[in-house]
C-alpha cells in the first residue's frame, strides 16, 4: 500500500476536479491501495489564504474541510514535533511555512508529495506529478 502527502494546490484541485491536476496526480490520488494524507499544514494554508481572500474560488472548502477530507477518503496527517523541528531546521532561502512542513512531513514519514511546486523536488523530497 502506498502511502502520499497532498499539496495544499493538489488537494484543492482534486476537490474541484481542476484540469491542472496530471494524469500521474490524478491516477495516484485514484488508486484504491493508496493512502492518501492531507497535513493539518494545509487545513491552516486554506484558513489562512481565505482570511486574507486569496482563495475565492474555494466556496465552503475553508469551513468545510474536515467533512470534504472525510468524504474523500483522505487521512488527515498531524504536525507533530519532530516534523516541527525538520521543518525549522531545513536549509535554503525558501520562506514559505507551509511549504516547509510538507517538505519536512515527507522527509519524516518517507511518503512522497503530491505537487507542481519544483521546491519539493529542490529539497530533495520525493514528489509525484
Not at 7 to 29: E, M, Q, V, Y
Not at 68 to 94: C, D, M, N
Amino acid at each position: 500500500m502506498s502511502n502520499l502527502i497532498l499539496d495544499t494546490h493538489t488537494l484543492l484541485w482534486w476537490l474541484f476536479d481542476d484540469p491542472r491536476l496530471s494524469t500521474a496526480a490524478r491516477a495516484s490520488i485514484a488508486n484504491p491501495k493508496a493512502r492518501i494524507w492531507v497535513s493539518a499544514a494545509s487545513a491552516w494554508e486554506v484558513a489562512t489564504k481565505a482570511r486574507l481572500g486569496k482563495l475565492p474560488e474555494a466556496g465552503d472548502v475553508p469551513t468545510k474541510l474536515p467533512q470534504y477530507i472525510r468524504q474523500a477518503r483522505f487521512l488527515e496527517l498531524p504536525v507533530t514535533i519532530e516534523h516541527s523541528l525538520k521543518a525549522g531546521a531545513l536549509p535554503g532561502p525558501h520562506r514559505d511555512p507551509f511549504d516547509r512542513m510538507l517538505i519536512a512531513q515527507s522527509f519524516v514519514t518517507d511518503y512522497p508529495v503530491v505537487t507542481t511546486d519544483q521546491v519539493f523536488k529542490e529539497y530533495g523530497a520525493k514528489v509525484i506529478w
